[in-house]
T-cell receptor
């Protein structure tokens, strides 16, 4: 089944404790992206990757890191989480972005609480 | 700057009522528009999308949207909602390497 998976789905942590949220897709998509969803703000892009070893900042990259060593994986890293990073995080992928008809497929989301 | 506005933040309807959710965009290039739906506890799913051609786009589950360029709008419609349509609905415009989302509209449908 074609899908985007994220782990963990729920995470409670404390300020400053490094964490990683994994994202994996099995559709051989080139493009992957991370969004955070906050009430009243919709979804905002954190980072994206056009292909392996190619990453770029989105609208709200501060406090986050990503890597793209393999095509299928795009982990989101919070080196020193803070309470303002409490949010719902979505990973998404698409075949590429050169075609404007391309649709993004979203993972199930990771709900993060930073105390 | 590119942006998407959804003015209806919370909509409450009874089953069988008609639905129209507003979406206005501000974008300088070729417009590619989407409506995504997020059912409670689930991830975003594509409802429909517009790229070119017929401005009236039909999607899944009986939803449709009309692209009106003169009004910079892409409103979502459904003639008769069901309880199972209770969800949050997001309008989005594609901007080169990302989607720009509106803030979402929460729809509650009561039996």
């Amino acid at each position: 089944e074609a899908q985007v998976t994220q782990n963990p789905r729920y995470l409670i942590t404390v300020t400053g404790k490094k964490l990683t949220v994994t994202c994996s897709q099995n559709m051989n998509h080139e493009y992957m992206s991370w969004y955070r969803q906050d009430p009243g703000l919709g979804l905002r892009q954190i980072y994206y990757s056009m292909n392996v070893e190619v990453t770029d900042k989105g609208d709200v990259p501060e406090g986050y890191k990503v890597s793209r060593k393999e095509k299928r994986n795009f982990p989101l890293i919070l080196e020193s989480p803070s309470p303002n990073q409490t949010s719902l995080y979505f990973c998404a992928s698409s075949l590429d972005t050169s075609s404007y008809q391309e649709t993004q497929y979203f993972g199930p989301g990771t709900r993060l609480l930073v105390l | 700057a590119q942006s998407v506005s959804q003015h209806n933040h919370h909509v409450i309807l009874s089953e069988a009522a008609s639905l129209e959710l507003g979406c206005n965009y501000s974008y300088g290039g070729t417009v590619n528009l989407f409506w995504y739906v997020q059912y409670p506890g689930q991830h975003l799913q594509l409802l429909l999308k517009y790229f070119s051609g017929d401005p009236l786009v039909k999607g899944i589950k009986g939803f449709e949207a009309e692209f009106i360029e003169s009004k910079c709008s892409f409103n979502l419609r459904k003639p008769s909602v069901q309880w199972s349509d209770t969800a949050e609905y997001f309008c989005a415009v594609k901007d080169t390497d990302k989607l720009i989302f509106g803030t979402g509209t929460r729809l509650q449908v009561f039996p």
